[in-house]
């Protein structure tokens, strides 16, 4: 075909130059003509001759003019093409879109939309424009965030994060109350916290603790991956973020909340040490059961310090960090019947715990073989949950007890405020069992004997008190307080103002052999060679309403001139008897004249060398009545005081703390003191008098089976308080019991008669006090091996007081404390009570001494002006002395009231105190 081609025609004397020249009027260097100028040929427009060559060839110019318009910016023939450009040669410009022949586009700092497109095309940015955006938002972020964590400050720990219990412990070091705060916290130091337990919670919770900023992203893309799977998990919060959740933020799920979670995180991570975080976390992390804090949890769970911990009971408290509802094996149905079953809990806290040990293995911190070694042991059951113990019961006596002691004992000026804020560990002397069958011998007498409804005159506001001290330590064992500590607030253990009565005479007896009785041709100021030391065997006249003289035998009178007649038990008189069986029938009017014949001041020195105190609770020992008890001692006085003869002198004064621990940190230990009272020869020779008491006087229900028993009964003026105190050589115990009139709070609250109380006629040492003295006695001392008493070695002469004369050098008539072969004549009616001896026996023509059976003989006297004192089983004019009984702990600051006076009376008011020893 290209042969028939027409060829194409050259121009008008031009040739090639011609075409040249076409096109380079179509490449638009001067194609573009005026705006708004309209031109009627392409002639016309441009002022120039149309080229040579015809249509064809500047058609073809055109076109190529056209393309290069459009990549270029539109020149052309005409200004850019046929359809775009400004016109197509010949009808000028204006109808396309081109824009004839413009410079190229500007671009802007911020290309966009962009310059040089076209369409959709000018609204996709570019990757330069994406990269800067990014860039450009990432620097503001991190502007913005290095912003905050300048502003942002670091909140103080929460106070209920810091919040602590303090927590009593028995004798055993079993928990007995957690008390005096709202959280069960015991905070402790980091190197106090054992590894194994650092080491559990690290590789379960947080692996990279020890080297994250406190915040761990990749840890918490583990555990979304781990949770999409349904495999175990670390937390997706680190150790740090949960510390910084848990004890300085509200607990509000808020976005506002979460951003200063973080921003806290970040500062506490860098400014805080890793222990002390670790130290804070686990001291404040809930652990369940009320234990907030491992030390806590580990004394819930395991009964034992965190410290004493192993790396399998460890792995088990750091499961219950995951959710203890869901992972304390004794369950949680109160909250969820379902899923929180016991059955359910202990399942899944054997596979938490067996994949934290696993977890611990790949983390180099627990070695394989230990793992297998706990494996094979199997998983560390906890101990079964116990019932907090409330403050009701004995439990609030004991913590009254024990906090008085601590306070009042302490070097390191502890106050009450300070034990108040809680954190303080107090390992007592209480023995849980011993204190569990006081009271329940005390509740066999209430529920079998005292009815105030059945006698609302006579068994309305009977109290009991009671304490039972190991004579060997001081250590007090157990108490009777009353019946609850949360509606009776007088701890009855401790000085109430009930007067002691006859078991105030062995001290009379003590002082007598230790200082002995005063020459009558001495004077007042005669030096101590000048005394006779006193023997058990001395006699004195036992005659009722005797008339009590000096020690230079003036008859003694008040302040308003009237003399002193003693009453006895019953207004009985019993003639010259020895002081050992004045002691046993329990005879007033001897111990008065030789409590006069020693001096009343030495009798005082005994009594407080012995283990009583100097306060108000000692009576006015001016007077005779003071020899018979007119003081009012605590129960856990008179145990300890009992218990240095029982050690043969030595006096340890009672106490019912053994040691205070603050955080872990041991601040208080009890200091044992032992001091010597008493010869061993005086103290032995007085457990002997006060053995026979119990074997063949007043105190025979008293007895224990196969055990050496010593004691003494005491009753007081018209029956207003009965005591017995005993003791073994394991064991001193003292029982009280009194009744006050019926307004509890009252200041001034006055003893009443007991005459009718029990259904008995007179209340006396021999009846219910050594009724609760026995049953307690001879449960506490269960399992023990009987002990026996030392032989008394012969002490002091033989001296006459009280009117009773010296015998004639002829055989004496008095009967020998020597035993003789010969059996007495009167025969034991009780199996277990050995045969007196002769000195003891009583005439074929005293009947009231053949009968009398530890209980007959007591009794009240009716005496009235002219007698007084108090006695075992009543004597003289009536007491008037009013007393309260609020009281915290033995041995402090005690305001008891008014003290004896020159009638024998004089109860007191005491209120909450604490001493040197509980």
Request: hydrophobic fraction near 30%.
């Amino acid at each position: 075909m290209s042969e028939h081609r027409r060829k194409t025609q050259q121009p008008q004397g031009g040739g090639r130059a011609a075409a040249r020249r076409a096109a380079q009027s179509s490449s638009g260097r001067r194609a573009a003509p005026s705006r708004g100028v309209t031109s009627e040929s392409p002639s016309d427009s441009y002022g120039e001759e149309s080229p040579y060559g015809g249509r064809a060839e500047a058609r073809r110019a055109a076109q190529r003019g056209g393309r290069r318009a459009a990549e270029g910016g539109g020149a052309g023939y005409g200004g850019g093409g046929r359809r775009r450009g400004g016109g197509d040669g010949r009808e000028g410009p204006g109808r396309g879109r081109g824009r004839g022949n413009q410079p190229p586009a500007k671009k802007r700092f911020i290309d966009y939309p962009r310059a040089g497109k076209y369409g959709a095309r000018r609204w996709l940015p570019s990757w330069k424009l994406v990269s800067g955006l990014c860039i450009g938002f990432l620097g503001l972020l991190m502007g913005f965030a290095g912003l905050a964590y300048a502003m942002v400050g670091t909140p103080k720990v929460k106070d209920a994060a810091k919040a602590e219990n303090n927590v009593y412990y028995w004798a055993d070091n079993t928990q007995m109350v957690a008390t005096g705060g709202g959280t069960n916290r015991q905070i402790i130091d980091y190197s106090q916290i054992p590894a194994a337990m650092r080491n559990a919670v690290i590789s379960a919770e947080n692996k990279s603790f020890e080297t994250d900023s406190g915040i761990d992203p990749m840890g918490i893309a583990r555990a979304l991956y781990n949770m999409a799977k349904g495999g175990e998990t670390q937390g997706g919060s680190t150790i740090t973020q949960q510390y910084v959740k848990n004890s300085r933020l509200s607990q509000d799920q808020t976005l506002s909340r979460k951003f200063e979670e973080l921003f806290i995180t970040l500062k506490v991570g860098k400014t805080m040490d890793k222990k002390d975080i670790m130290a804070d976390y686990l001291n404040i992390s809930y652990y369940g059961r009320g234990a907030s804090g491992i030390q806590a949890a580990a004394r819930t769970y395991y009964g034992k310090d965190a410290r004493k911990l192993d790396a399998s009971q460890c792995a088990f408290l750091a499961t219950l960090l995951k959710g203890a509802t869901y992972y304390d094996p004794a369950g949680a149905p109160e909250y969820d019947p379902i899923q929180a079953t016991p059955a359910k809990n202990l399942d899944r806290a054997k596979k938490r715990w067996a994949w934290i040990l696993e977890e611990e293995v790949k983390d180099g911190r627990l070695r394989a073989e230990d793992r297998q070694k706990f494996l094979k042991q199997g998983f560390p059951m906890p101990d079964s949950p116990k019932k907090g113990a409330e403050l009701g019961g004995q439990i609030g006596y004991l913590v009254d007890l024990a906090k008085a002691n601590f306070l009042n004992n302490n070097d390191r000026d502890i106050t009450a405020d300070k034990l108040a804020q809680g954190g303080y560990e107090i390992h007592t002397t209480f023995v849980k069992s011993k204190v569990d069958k006081l009271n329940a011998a005390v509740k066999k007498v209430y529920d079998n004997k005292i009815k105030p409804k059945q006698r609302p005159t006579t068994d309305t506001h009977v109290q009991f008190g009671g304490a039972s001290v190991d004579p060997n330590t001081g250590a007090i064992a157990a108490i009777y307080g009353g019946q609850n500590a949360t509606t009776h607030y007088t701890n009855n253990a401790d000085t109430t103002g009930a007067q002691v009565g006859s078991t105030f005479k062995p001290f009379v007896l003590t002082a007598a052999m230790e200082y002995g009785k005063r020459d009558p041709a001495g004077g007042p100021d005669q030096v101590e060679s000048e005394r006779t030391q006193v023997s058990p065997k001395s006699i004195y006249n036992a005659d009722d309403m005797l008339k009590i003289k000096k020690y230079n035998g003036e008859v003694w009178t008040d302040e308003n001139g009237k003399e002193w007649l003693q009453a006895n038990d019953g207004h009985e008189s019993r003639g010259n008897i020895t002081l050992r069986e004045a002691m046993q029938w329990s005879a007033n009017a001897p111990y008065v004249q030789l409590g006069m014949d020693v001096g009343t001041d030495k009798v005082k020195e005994v009594a407080i060398a012995a283990g009583l105190r100097d306060d108000r609770s000692m009576a006015d020992s001016t007077v005779p009545s003071f020899s018979i008890g007119t003081s009012q001692p605590s129960a856990i006085r008179m145990a300890g005081a009992y218990g240095t003869f029982a050690t043969s002198g030595m006096q340890r004064d009672p106490y019912s703390v053994e040691e205070v621990k603050y955080r872990g940190e041991v601040i208080y230990q009890h200091k044992k003191v032992n001091k010597r009272a008493f010869d061993p020869a005086i103290a032995d020779n007085v457990t002997d008098v006060l053995k026979n008491v119990v074997e063949k006087g007043t105190g025979t229900p008293a007895q224990l089976p196969g055990r050496d028993v010593a004691g003494k009964t005491g009753t007081t003026d018209d029956n207003k308080s009965a005591w017995f105190v005993g003791y073994t050589p394991q064991l001193s115990t003292a029982i009280s019991m009194y009744r006050l009139d019926d307004n509890e709070k009252h200041k001034n609250r006055k003893f009443e008669k007991m005459y009718g109380t029990g259904g008995e006629k007179t209340i006396h040492g021999a009846s219910f006090p050594a009724q609760i003295w026995h049953d307690y006695m001879i449960e506490a001392l269960k399992g023990s091996t009987p002990e026996t008493f030392p032989k008394p070695e012969p002490w002091g002469d033989t001296v006459y007081g009280g009117g009773a004369k010296s015998p004639s050098p002829t055989p004496s008539d008095v009967p020998s404390e020597t035993p003789s072969s010969t059996p007495s004549t009167t025969p034991s009616t009780t199996p277990s009570v050995p045969t007196p001896d002769p000195s003891d026996s009583c005439g074929a023509w005293d009947w009231n001494c053949q009968n009398n059976n530890g209980g007959t003989n007591s009794g009240t006297d009716t005496g009235g002006g002219t007698t007084s004192g108090t006695t075992d089983g009543g004597t003289g004019s009536t007491d008037t002395g009013t007393t309260t009984g609020t009281s915290a702990a033995d041995g402090g600051t005690t305001d008891t009231g008014g003290n004896g006076n020159g009638n024998g009376n004089g109860n007191g008011s005491g209120n909450i105190f604490g001493g040197p020893a509980g």
